[in-house]
């Protein structure tokens, strides 16, 4: 390796080609950015260099600094992506020789151009003939769709022809390869037709290679020197682009370090340096120094790359590093939600022990999966984390999908159905809370006229929004929201001809959001962090929709929309930093080019860190490019391959920090720290996982008013408290604040209800308003919405009341309105639809089993009232039947689990409606005939006993006891129903083996958050 100094290399003239090797944090992108300056230095105008990144990200963060750095005025960006290049040098060569612009297609497109094919195939049988093992259901998922994009993109990068491919397939026995070159022929011709002049980046790269070495494009011509940050990370394609621009003349400086290479499962090749210096006949310079971080975090960076392969280098390994402040440590937690526990304790510590802001902070995790987790982990513990908007599809954020699905709502591309409707008023933009939405079914039901069929009120609601006027009928206080959404919807629907972008702009402000978000985004508290998060997924929507504006004019919404809602594959959005202070939270591959005083690397587990799974194992996309090239694919490890992929992901890791890492993992019965965790154990000191806690800005303000109330009541100064509580209201920190505090504001009344009016008992609620007032009074203001399972109570409820005795006419009822239940899964709703089946069946062996029997039907769904010391009992029959011997029997139908008599025996519904038999209305039903009271039954449909399919508990008829007994029940359930307090036991759940009686939300469904 050659010993050149860094600043000969500097101040080398513009046409030489240089290579540096350096270990991570040794200088290479300052060595970059001054050897850029240092040409503008020599007279070389800034215009005529360029500075290339393997990815946007990289080049968004560099073109920034260096353009400070700068000073001057340039025409375009000076630093940008190698893809970015390729593309700009194809689109000038086109532009020179009178051709079609180019345009790049995305990933998510090409992914669904791909499914759309494949799909095809399917239907009609065609396509190219697959081996055995890549049948129908294999070529279905969205792995094999995955790794043929990903075999496509290798094909397109090599300029491979078709014979090419195939003479590879036959050497090496990979039918699929001839297979998969089939496709993309077809799949080629599909996209030429439709798309003329689209390429996908691997063709780009070739294409643009091509043109370079018939000479630089015009615009090009003064290009004298690139220079290339993080070639370890560049494709082969990328490669052959930059060797084709130094063969016209272009000077190069290309910096590498193989050992963290991030992309190599996107096809990058570490070793390209030695490609380059083969090449170029010359011979790399090794940077010897390591200036980010100390001798501590230096051992373990080294302990790690010491064990993977070289990649034609291995010599940058030997860079020293000074005795700076350099601290490892390792934690290991029991367990994924411990993990997170800790990682947040130990974010809080930094910040009051060390003094480090958020910004300071990196925590990686090896899974995208396990980054939103502890995003979501950290946020919930008070501390403001974010995540790379690169890399996730922007349907995972529901700021940016709840928007996107309201244009589709406007635009007729989703069916206005009561779920969607009551989604869109719930979510983001609709902003309805539980309580306002109970306000909206109350006063759309109020309105619907009797004399219709009867329909859920949610397909009413859904009605309405279809509609601009929708819910003008109803006050403005309780339908301002609803009417508001209608309208923006409605706006949609009769402007077909906005753009991607002005549809969705006039959502965003006509909802609001565009004046209320920034607000709360300055404010302090959970809420916060995720505002800030939601504003970042909405900026990269609209760069996204105004991306698709650019590149097709003109272009189908509908396009855009599809594409966003059912896209598995990311867009490349390249978004500003956010400025909001955060901990960012990134898998290794994504914190390329970034540095923090602290990383946290998380998940270090078996199984999860190393990933050891064999990539490309249907397709084996990874080794097409060495096929193409003739290198022998049997002496490929591909074990090592993956094992040394993982190593280098975890040096990449661990070298972004520059003065403190901290390593953990989880033991448990199902996880155990990874050979890399007892790697770096050596070099490190063990911290033990915190058994309290986290101080939090809610943690210490919920301390400051238990000790405030605790010292006031008894009877001890508490001025210092308060004192203190004042300084964190004045921060901002949420829930300091006493207006803030519930249970100050004066209670408007403890008075009763007004005396003579009636107090209005329900037979249903008797039992619950006995067991636990609380909990029957919170269930009567804060109702959940109906489960479907109830809803079919009450469809078998009318269809009995209507086609009693005619088993098929009452099948027939309730399958015909079964759609409106809107069950979440198709899987879900067919096995409902059995149990309704079974129920119907149930209904009408009943029935005649009655009419066999000499049971005569009296009356069905028959309404009573009951007036007693003032209080009002009313309530519905299902069904009164005459017995044989002559009595009233009370026949209550249920849907729900069986009980037995024994159960029922003091049932107060049932003793309600016994007692309803003496009531006006039942009189007039039965006749003059005082009815003798055969007692009451509830009918089980669900399963039957003995034989039946049906099954009755049977409560005996009242007698005088009973019944002075059961008005004295509801005399008490009066006076618990107007009281202004009410009891309840202070638990979340029942006693274990009782279902739940009280829920953890309760008191926020009252209120309106939950």
């Avoid at 993990?339 to 130990?346: D, M, Q, R, S, V």
């Avoid at 033990?688 to 943690?699: I, V």
């Avoid at 203001?781 to 269809?799: E, F, V, Y």
Wanted: proline share 6%.
């Amino acid at each position: 390796m050659s010993d050149v100094t860094p600043s000969a290399l500097i101040d080398a003239p513009a046409r030489v080609h240089q290579i540096v090797l350096g270990a991570p944090g040794s200088g290479k992108t300052e060595l970059l950015q001054q050897r850029f300056l240092a040409l503008v230095g020599q007279g070389v105008h800034p215009d005529n260099l360029l500075m290339a990144t393997p990815t946007r990200h990289q080049a968004s963060h560099l073109r920034d600094v260096l353009g400070l750095r700068l000073g001057l005025a340039t025409q375009g960006a000076r630093v940008r992506s190698l893809a970015a290049l390729a593309f700009s040098l194809l689109e000038s060569f086109h532009r020179q020789r009178g051709l079609p612009a180019p345009d790049l297609m995305k990933a998510s497109q090409i992914d669904l151009d791909i499914q759309a094919l494949l799909t095809g195939h399917e239907e009609d049988g065609s396509g190219p003939a697959w081996p055995e093992m890549f049948g129908p259901e294999v070529r279905a998922t969205r792995v094999f769709r995955q790794e043929l994009r990903e075999w496509i993109a290798r094909a397109g990068e090599n300029g491979a022809t078709s014979d090419e491919i195939r003479h590879a397939a036959s050497r090496l026995g990979r039918p699929e390869w001839a297979a998969a070159s089939d496709f993309r022929e077809e799949y080629r011709r599909v996209v030429a037709s439709a798309r003329p002049g689209a390429f996908d980046s691997g063709e780009i790269f070739a294409r643009a290679t091509a043109a370079v070495r018939e000479g630089l494009p015009h615009e090009f011509s003064g290009l004298a020197h690139l220079c290339i940050e993080d070639a370890h990370d560049l494709t082969h394609a990328g490669l052959m682009l930059i060797e084709a621009l130094a063969s016209q003349g272009v000077g190069m400086t290309v910096v590498s370090e193989p050992d963290v290479a991030g992309n190599t499962f996107r096809g990058s090749e570490p070793s390209g340096h030695a490609l380059l210096a083969a090449s170029w006949k010359i011979t790399p310079t090794v940077l010897p120094r390591v200036w980010r971080h100390g001798l501590a975090i230096r051992a373990v960076v080294s302990e790690v790359t010491a064990r993977i392969g070289t990649a034609q280098a291995g010599t940058q390994r030997s860079a020293f590093s000074e005795e700076l402040p350099a601290t490892v440590h390792t934690m290991v937690t029991d367990g994924p939600q411990s993990e997170a526990f800790n990682i947040a304790g130990l974010i809080r510590e930094a910040q009051l022990s060390h003094g480090r802001a958020l910004e300071d902070i990196l925590v990686v995790a090896r899974r995208g999966t396990r980054v939103s987790e502890l995003v979501r982990e950290l946020t919930m513990a008070g501390i403001p984390a974010r995540q790379n908007m690169s890399g996730a599809t922007l349907r995972e954020h529901s700021a940016a999908r709840e928007l996107v699905e309201l244009l589709a709502l406007g635009l007729g591309l989703r069916p206005m159905t009561s779920r969607s409707a009551i989604a869109a008023l719930h979510g983001l933009y609709g902003g309805m809370t539980q309580q306002e939405l109970r306000r909206l079914r109350f006063a759309m039901r109020a309105e619907e006229s009797g004399d219709e069929p009867y329909r859920p009120v949610d397909v009413l609601i859904a009605e309405a929004l279809a509609h601009r006027g929708g819910f003008a009928l109803l006050e403005s206080n309780v339908a301002h929201k609803a009417h508001t959404l209608a309208g923006l919807l409605a706006d949609i629907r009769d402007n077909p001809s906005w753009s991607v972008s002005e549809a969705l702009w006039a959502v965003w402000e006509g909802s609001g959001a565009n004046r209320s978000w920034p607000k709360k985004a300055q404010a302090s508290g959970l809420r916060q962090s995720g505002i800030n998060r939601s504003l970042d997924a909405v900026v990269a929507l609209f760069a996204q929709a105004a991306d698709f504006g650019e590149s097709t004019p003109g272009g189908d919404p509908a396009v855009f929309i599809e594409a966003l809602l059912t896209a598995e594959v990311p867009e490349d959005v390249i978004l500003p930093t956010p400025l909001w202070p955060a901990v960012l939270v990134a898998t290794p591959s994504s914190v390329a080019g970034v540095e923090r005083p602290l990383v946290i690397v998380s998940g270090v587990d078996e199984g999860v860190w190393p990933d050891l799974r064999l990539r490309g194992s249907l397709l084996g996309g990874h080794r097409l490019t060495a096929a193409l090239l003739g290198r022998d694919d049997a002496a490929i490890d591909e074990a090592k391959v993956v094992r040394d992929d993982e190593l280098r992901l975890f040096a990449l890791a661990v070298s972004r920090a520059s003065e403190e890492v901290i390593i953990t993992a989880t033991q448990s019965e199902e996880s155990e720290p990874s050979a890399l965790f007892r790697l770096v154990e050596k070099h490190s000191v063990a911290r033990e996982p915190l058994t309290q806690p986290p101080a939090s800005a809610r943690s210490v303000v919920g301390a400051l008013r238990r000790d405030l109330v605790q010292q006031i009541s008894a009877g001890t100064d508490a001025t210092t408290l308060a004192r203190d509580l004042a300084v964190a209201a004045q921060w901002g920190l949420s829930g300091a604040d006493p207006e803030a505090w519930w249970g100050l504001t004066p209670i408007s009344t403890e008075e009763p209800l007004p005396e003579g009016e009636l107090i209005p008992v329900s037979p249903s609620a008797l039992a619950s308003v006995e067991e636990s007032p609380l909990d029957w009074f919170l269930s009567s203001i804060a109702r959940n919405d109906p489960a479907p399972s109830r809803g079919l109570g009450l469809l078998l409820h009318q269809a009995w009341e209507h086609h009693g005795e005619d088993e098929e006419s009452l099948w027939s009822e309730v399958d015909r309105r079964f759609g409106e239940l809107e069950y979440d899964a198709g899987w879900v709703e067919l096995y409902e639809r059995g149990l309704a089946r079974g129920m119907v069946t149930a209904l009408g062996d009943y029935t005649r089993d009655r009419l066999r029997d000499g049971y005569e039907a009296l009356g069905v769904e028959t309404p009573f009232t009951i007036e007693h010391e003032g209080v009002v009992v009313r309530g519905v029959i299902d069904r009164l039947e005459k017995t044989p011997e002559g009595g009233v029997l009370v026949v209550d139908l249920k849907t729900g689990t069986p009980q037995t008599d024994a159960a029922v025996v003091d049932n107060p519904q049932m003793l309600a409606y016994q007692m309803a038999l003496e009531s006006p209305g039942i009189q007039q039903v039965l006749g003059d005939t005082a009815p003798v009271s055969a007692g009451a039954i509830l009918l089980f449909v669900k399963s039957g006993v003995r034989g039946k399919t049906y099954r009755l508990a049977a409560q005996e008829p009242l007698t005088a006891e009973k019944r002075e007994s059961f008005l004295t029940r509801v005399e008490s359930a009066a006076r618990l129903i107007a009281a202004h307090q009410f009891a309840g036991e202070p638990r979340a759940f029942g006693r274990p083996g009782t279902p739940a009686r009280h829920r953890w939300h309760a008191i926020a469904q009252v209120c309106g958050d939950a």
